[in-house]
């Protein structure tokens, strides 16, 4: 295992993060998505420690609150050191009625961040993410929160989850100005059947310095080995009855065929084949892998011995590509232009 600086911060986070979003399992939402009762989490979680993993991810909306409380008594009943592990949680989702118990506002994290840290049974989280843009709060107001939270203790480090590379931007701007805690990662959908993060956001975090979080890298279990080309379940999946996220089904068929002889020649499952795809991109900090099973985070873990050759690579990313879009095409047309004075 593997570990990489968050961003431009001082803490280090192992390049795999157990994803407790299968904790719980209440609400017709999350028990679609995994029902892992107090004793499976805690075997998950143990199976993760053992294996070298730090970083440990959840959301205040996973299973309304019941994944966080979970998580906290996992590492309660493990009797693991908090200072050995990274905690990681979100808000922003909907926690109740009203037009004021949802958003990115200073009135909802300043009461969101108590209920999680009651709920994961600490004193501080390592890192609280913005679950996603509150277009209703000015960036200011949420900034100044968190740096709030930051000098109160509450919180260590904070970041945002599925923001706009503008967006991301523009926070950075106002912090640097006002001298605010500094958004220090971003938790981001990537994965080799959806590369659309290379457009403008991988640019951005290179450019910035800002660590990047994978989530859902199986592209919702699609790559996992369980569907057909077709994207037609095969067994039982989360697919099956929950089709999340979005994919592009028939260039995704495509990848799939290019990761199935790989699979083969390196002896490992096509999970594995990408996740490591993901280990192996620079921008990539953290790779959050959600589990059900031992077996499942057992899988998952292996991709860390997974070396991908250069002609591996080569044949994925021909697989993958995005389609050329502008302006990126006049930029790379271009960008050569001085050099050849």
């Not at 099973?293 to 057992?298: E, K």
Request: hydrophobic share 45%.
């Amino acid at each position: 295992m593997l570990y990489h600086q968050l961003g431009h911060t001082g803490l280090f986070v192992s390049q795999l993060c157990l994803g407790t979003m299968t904790f719980g399992g209440t609400g017709e939402l999350w028990s679609k998505i995994g029902a892992v009762g107090q004793q499976g989490a805690d075997e998950l979680v143990k199976a993760a420690i053992d294996a070298g993993i730090n970083f440990l991810d959840t959301a205040n909306v996973y299973s309304e609150g019941q994944s966080e409380e979970i998580t906290g008594q996992a590492l309660h009943n493990l009797g693991i050191a908090r200072h050995e592990v990274i905690v990681a949680t979100k808000a922003f989702g909907r926690v109740g009625k009203g037009w004021n118990n949802a958003g990115a506002s200073r009135g909802h994290l300043m009461t969101a961040v108590k209920a999680s840290l009651a709920r994961l049974k600490t004193d501080y989280i390592d890192l609280y993410q913005i679950h996603g843009f509150d277009p209703l709060t000015p960036i200011e107001e949420t900034l100044e929160a968190l740096d709030t939270l930051v000098r109160h203790g509450h919180v260590r480090y904070v970041g945002v989850s599925n923001w706009a590379a503008w967006q991301v931007m523009k926070a950075l701007g106002i912090s640097e100005r006002k001298s605010l805690a500094r958004i220090c990662s971003l938790q981001s959908y990537y994965t080799l059947a959806g590369r659309d993060l290379e457009r403008e956001i991988v640019p951005m975090l290179k450019s910035e310095s800002v660590g990047l979080m994978v989530w859902s890298p199986l592209a919702g279990g699609l790559l996992s080995g369980k569907y057909d080309l077709g994207g037609t379940a095969v067994g039982e999946g989360r697919r099956a009855s929950f089709d999340f996220p979005p994919v592009d089904k028939p260039r995704a068929a495509i990848v799939i065929d290019a990761m199935r002889p790989i699979a083969e020649a390196h002896g490992c499952s096509v999970a594995q084949v990408a996740l490591a795809w993901l280990l192996h991109q620079p921008a990539v900090t953290s790779v959050i892998i959600g589990a059900k099973s031992l077996d499942q985070l057992a899988d998952n873990v292996k991709a860390v011995d997974v070396t991908l050759s250069a002609d591996d690579l080569s044949a994925l990313d021909q697989a993958s590509r995005l389609p050329p879009e502008y302006p990126g095409w006049m930029l790379e047309r271009q960008s050569g232009m001085r050099s050849n004075a």
